[in-house]
């Protein structure tokens, strides 16, 4: 499955990618709103068989079939933290 991977602004190595290329319909707002700019990083074509450097390739493949997305959070970053940070009314960046 081909996939198109964007670097987001708001943190290091937090990384979406996307079924379609520049499809973020699927992406819920409040996630759109952390992610901050979104710049193309390169296509990529994943099997769940495929070694990837810090995702486990059948999550990402699952993600993107069910979803339309899937987001890698930076090192020692949970979801959890991250949509804490979103919620905060005060939320400038992660």
Do not use: W
């Amino acid at each position: 499955m081909n996939c198109f991977i964007y670097r987001c602004s708001r943190k290091e190595d937090l990384y979406i990618y996307l079924a379609e290329k520049d499809d973020f319909t699927m992406v819920p707002g409040e996630i759109m709103r952390g992610l901050g700019i979104t710049e193309f990083s390169m296509e990529l074509e994943i099997t769940p068989g495929s070694k990837l450097a810090r995702e486990d390739a059948s999550t990402v493949v699952r993600n993107l079939e069910e979803k339309g997305f899937h987001l890698q959070l930076p090192r020692n970053a949970s979801v959890e933290s991250i949509m804490s940070n979103i919620a905060n009314p005060h939320f400038t960046g992660c």
